[in-house]
């Protein structure tokens, strides 16, 4: 006969494992992150450059980058504006951003900055 007393419910096999991170000492963290180590999510720059679609902004043109279609020629990495003629690198999620300053940000997030 089998045991369907938990049928349909999650059972948590490693729930021994848990931590509660949010009571523990200032110290009791660092000794976790000692042990835990330090886990890149980037990518490698030979990647970046090989994969990266870029474009050319043209300063008549300026994108659209808020529901409120408010209009800026600016990314929010830097913070600073595009210039005629700059190149822009173009993320699969269609959001661009300076090449250089998306690049530093690629090796070290693999993620758009505005998480879409």
Do not use: P
């Not at 990266?52 to 913070?79: D, P, W, Y």
């Amino acid at each position: 006969m089998l045991d369907i007393s938990n049928y349909g419910q999650r059972v948590d096999h490693h729930r021994d494992m848990h931590m509660d991170i949010d009571h523990m000492s200032y110290e009791e963290l660092l000794a976790l992150g000692e042990q835990i180590g330090n886990v890149g999510s980037g990518l490698s720059e030979d990647f970046i450059s090989g994969y990266l679609k870029t474009r050319v902004f043209m300063s008549s043109k300026l994108e659209v980058v808020s529901s409120a279609n408010q209009e800026v020629s600016f990314r929010t990495i830097c913070l600073m504006e595009y210039n005629d003629q700059e190149r822009i690198g173009m993320l699969d999620c269609s959001h661009g951003y300076h090449v250089d300053c998306v690049k530093k940000w690629l090796t070290v997030k693999n993620t758009c900055l505005r998480g879409n």
